[in-house]
């Protein structure tokens, strides 16, 4: 799951735990995030919100 808030207390953490909870637990999850830091503006969000390296990179870690 792609989430381009924080890493802590980001909405990505209740979605993962909400399909572990649904019986999803089983299928291999990740999550993909931002930097536990606020977004700057401009071409400097880039060094903090996940890119598509990072997308592939975890994508291609599930089992």
């Known amino acids: 799951m ?9 909405v990505g953490e209740g979605i993962i735990t909400a399909l572990s909870e649904a ?4 299928t291999p999850q990740a999550r993909v995030v931002g930097v536990d830091t606020y977004t700057p503006l401009a071409g400097a969000a880039f060094l903090v919100l996940p890119g598509e390296g ?9 089992k």
Do not use: M, P, Q
């Not at 792609?2 to 980001?10: K, L, Q, T, Y």
């Not at 019986?23 to 089983?26: D, K, M, Q, V």
């Not at 990072?54 to 599930?62: E, M, S, T």
């Open 2 to 10: 792609v989430d381009e808030g924080r890493h802590s207390a980001g």
């Open 23 to 26: 019986g999803f637990g089983a």
């Open 54 to 62: 990072d997308i592939v990179a975890a994508g291609l870690g599930l």
